[in-house]
């Protein structure tokens, strides 16, 4: 078999020899052998784990990738084909979150088309006042507040519930999209992400930017089973060296 550098791996993917030589000392990729004056002799085999490590690091994270590395260093092919089965269940969850969220802010957009513009100060309200503005009861703001639809601040003397602009905002999202049925966890993430975004409109935008994130892990993972599938294949891709 033929043999490498440490620099002839790092040539190929444009990193470092001491990238190299912290991917062998992590596991990623299968220790190597010595010369008599104690430089490392690399060979395909090494390149073949590399190229798969490399092409797990976009699909699933550098931490799971290491993970899937080792468990096959290990000869623990299930373990590491399991956490192969959470990245793509991860995946999946993602893409039906964000369909969720596509839907409900369709329905936002389409409950309430020529809605005023909010008054630049509301002030803040009470539980009480809030339910009573909704039509809800005050335990409805609560159980919100408890699935992370609502985060409204304390009265540092009563430690009553205040509920300002934002949060006054968001209860009505909330109450818009109870109505139309949305469980509390989809409502959850809709207000997070509307909160994040600054609003609807801008939310739109951030969830055409997580859509093609999604597209890109999910090519990513595509990739990632190739290299993988080629390392497994190669012989002995498993053994330390110096094992038949």
Not at 1 to 22: F, K, W
Request: glycine share 6%; with cysteine.
């Amino acid at each position: 078999m033929s043999t490498l550098r440490p620099t002839d791996l790092a040539r190929e993917h444009g990193i470092s020899t001491q990238a190299v030589r912290n991917y062998e000392r992590h596991g990623c990729i299968p220790p190597a052998e010595r010369t008599a004056s104690g430089y490392r002799i690399y060979t395909e085999l090494h390149a073949a784990a590399l190229r798969a490590y490399l092409a797990l690091v976009p699909a699933y994270g550098y931490a799971a990738a290491g993970q899937i590395m080792n468990a096959v260093h290990r000869d623990a092919l299930d373990e590491a084909l399991a956490t192969v089965d959470r990245g793509h269940a991860q995946l999946l969850r993602d893409r039906d979150t964000l369909d969720a969220v596509r839907t409900a802010v369709r329905h936002l957009t389409a409950e309430s088309p020529a809605a005023p513009a909010p008054a630049p100060d509301p002030g803040t309200r009470t539980v009480g006042e809030l339910a009573h503005q909704l039509d809800v009861t005050p335990a409805t703001l609560r159980n919100w507040e408890s699935a992370g639809i609502l985060t409204p601040a304390r009265d540092p003397s009563t430690g009553y519930r205040v509920f300002h602009a934002d949060d006054i905002r968001d209860a009505e999202l909330a109450h818009l999209l109870r109505r139309g049925g949305y469980p509390l966890d989809h409502i959850a993430t809709v207000v997070q992400q509307i909160r994040s975004a600054g609003g609807t409109q801008a939310l739109s935008a951030s969830l055409d930017t997580w859509q093609r994130k999604l597209t890109a892990q999910g090519l990513a993972m595509l990739r990632a089973a190739t290299r993988l599938s080629a390392y497994l294949g190669s012989e002995n891709h498993a053994l330390p060296p110096g094992r038949s």
